[in-house]
Nanobody
Framework: EVQLVESGGALVQPGGSLRLSCVAS????????MTWYRQGPGKERELVAA????????NYADSVKDRFIISRDNEKNTVYLQMHSLNSEDTGVYFC???????????WGNGTLVTVSS
């Protein structure tokens, strides 16, 4: 059974940092590109970051460039999202998605909630 389990979401103050993790199981993790999406209150789900199978290429939404870093550990079947300088616009549920085709996710985790507030 394919599973993606996100963790690390929390309440954090503006300007703070947070690291999200997503542990994959039930499929060959190393053969899939991985993505992080988020959905803010009243907003549509949007791409935050993506990383290729061997970490050779990454892609970021303009709103998070220079603040967020996506990485992966194929030995641990885990993809990470390190987030810095968080602001209220970063509030939302963050979803991990696998993508056999680049930027075309076909399976999602249940998400982890990030709330940026003072």
């Amino acid at each position: 059974e394919v599973q993606l389990v996100e963790s690390g979401g929390a309440l954090v103050q503006p300007g703070g940092s947070l690291r999200l993790s997503c542990v994959a199981s039930g499929f060959d993790f190393s053969r899939y590109h991985m993505t992080w999406y988020r959905q803010g209150p009243g907003k549509e789900r949007e791409l935050v970051a993506a990383i290729t199978t061997t970490s050779g290429t990454t892609n970021y939404a303009d709103s998070v460039k220079d603040r967020f870093i996506i990485s992966r550990d194929n030995e641990k079947n885990t993809v990470y999202l390190q987030m810095h300088s968080l602001n209220s616009e970063d509030t939302g549920v963050y979803f991990c998605g696998r993508a056999y085709l680049w930027l075309r996710p076909d399976y999602w985790g249940n998400g982890t909630l990030v709330t940026v507030s003072s």
